[in-house]
């Protein structure tokens, strides 16, 4: 069956940093482009950064440009977000997304990043 599963989130201070991960299983990793949304109370989900299949093509919405990087590793199944310089807006809980031309998507269930002080 298939699985996202996503770690790493958490309550940390302003300028703080924070590494996600999520962990697939039950399809072809590495044939599904990966990409991490985030979702705000009261807001649409949000792409935040995807990557293609060989880890070489990313993009950033331009509120992660400099301080995000996403990543893969196709041999552990598992995607990840560095996120450096955190800020109160990137409260969210955030969601790992896989994604096939022809074979459909998957959603994680999300993990809850909280920038506090």
């Known amino acids: 069956q298939v699985q996202l599963v996503e770690s790493g989130g958490g309550l940390v201070q302003p300028g703080g940093s924070l590494r996600l991960s999520c962990v697939a299983s039950?399809?072809?990793?590495?044939?599904?482009?990966m990409s991490w949304y985030r979702q705000s109370p009261g807001k649409e989900r949000e792409l935040v950064a995807p990557?293609?299949?060989?880890?070489?093509?990313?993009n950033y919405a331009d509120s992660a440009k400099a301080r995000f990087t996403i990543s893969r590793d196709n041999v552990k199944n598992t995607v990840y977000l560095q996120m450096n310089s955190l800020k109160p807006e990137d409260t969210a809980v955030y969601y790992c997304?896989?994604?096939?031309?022809?074979?459909?998507?998957?959603w994680g269930q999300g993990t809850q990043v909280t920038v506090s002080s």
């Open positions: 039950g399809f072809t990793f590495s044939s599904y482009a």
């Open positions: 990557i293609d299949t060989t880890g070489r093509n990313t």
């Open positions: 997304h896989a994604r096939h031309a022809w074979a459909g998507e998957y």
